[in-house]
């Protein structure tokens, strides 16, 4: 089992510690990136990287102090530590028809389609949408037509097209907090007009995999393997202590993306740690970005914990696919 794609030579890693058994482990100086890394920033969270020249970019929400939601650009050398502007992305229509507003940004996802990153995040237009944009240099930012009509919430493209074809996973969604939600697949022809709708996932039985019972979504852009397509996700359990987000993992059809081959009974990672447990929003582990190295099968996660600061975890292929495929949820079903 292998990742197809490219060697990061330089991909942020830290072993195991030496006793643990886990599947996943976090980094040992996590979170990475602190709420008040910018003088204005209240948070700093649920945020995009991909490599970038010698080193990474990243598109990261940054919530300010007057609680208002915005992306900013950000580099780094590592992965790990990062120079992230005070300014947002400040986004030129795509052409003179291009509708390019927006009320709100939030929660983006990064991904290079040969060649060019493009930008996927909630959108505010009459409602969370799916905003969609691209840059070739980090510099210059251009917004495109919203993917899709509100109220929709975690646009993911696929890194490639698959049968010619621009492929995207979402979680159509409601004027509120959304107590549900499963995750859909769009294709397109020019990253414009979507259609060819299919179902996913769905939410789990309580009684077979409670944390994934409320609703779902997908996390960071999803890697391509020779076992299939490598898709982590979030899911929501609700208690009688609010949500909880916790972190699962799916393998879905290399040429149909829309079958599902595997996904994880138990989490893949809850959250645990003072980081996680408690901030603006409490017990919230959420995945948007993820590094995958084809040579050394190394996959370094990002994510939002208790929607405050940015963490990472990490894991191999070849420890997370045997695991995925023991521990797989449609196997009960």
């Keep these: 089992m292998k990742i197809i794609g490219q060697h990061i030579k330089n991909i942020p890693w830290e072993e195991k510690p030496v006793h643990s058994d886990q599947v996943i482990w976090r980094y040992s100086k996590n979170p990475i990136i602190p709420r008040d890394l910018l003088k204005t920033s209240n948070s700093i969270f649920n945020s995009a990287v991909v490599p970038f020249k010698d080193g990474f970019a990243g598109v990261f929400r940054c919530d300010n102090k007057a609680r208002q939601m915005k992306i900013h650009r950000g580099f780094s050398k590592d992965g790990i ?13 795509h052409d003179e028809n291009t509708l390019a507003t927006s009320d709100y940004q939030y929660d983006p996802r990064v991904v290079e389609i040969d060649g060019r990153f493009f930008i996927q995040w909630c959108n505010g237009y009459h409602g969370p949408t799916i905003g969609l944009g691209y840059t070739d240099d980090f510099e210059s930012f251009y917004q495109m037509e919203n993917a899709f009509l509100p109220f929709n919430r975690n646009g993911v493209l696929f890194p490639r097209k698959i049968n010619n074809h621009y492929v995207m996973l979402s979680r159509p969604s409601d004027t509120g907090h959304t107590a549900f939600g499963d995750i859909f697949l769009s294709q397109s022809k020019d990253l414009i ?7 996913v996932l ?8 409670a944390w994934q019972t409320l609703k779902i979504g997908a996390g960071p852009a999803p890697i391509e393997t020779t076992e299939g397509w490598l898709l982590f996700y979030h899911g929501v359990l609700r208690s009688c202590n609010g949500y909880h987000y916790s972190m699962g993992v799916a393998l879905l059809d290399l040429e149909d993306p829309s079958k599902v081959v595997a996904r994880s009974k138990d989490y893949l990672l809850a959250p645990a740690t003072s980081y996680e447990l408690m901030g603006d929003v409490a017990n919230v582990i959420f995945p948007c970005a993820a590094l995958a190295d084809a040579k050394t099968g190394k996959i370094a996660i990002y994510y939002g914990a208790a929607d405050t600061v940015t963490g ?6 070849e420890k997370l696919i045997p695991w995925l495929m023991s521990n797989n949820l449609l196997d009960e079903q």
């Design 81 to 93: 530590n990062w120079t992230i502007d005070e300014k947002s992305i400040q986004f030129i229509a």
């Design 193 to 199: 007009y979507w259609g060819k709708h299919r179902f």
């Design 202 to 209: 769905g939410v789990a039985p309580f009684e077979q995999s």
């Design 312 to 317: 990472m975890a990490f894991t191999t292929i």
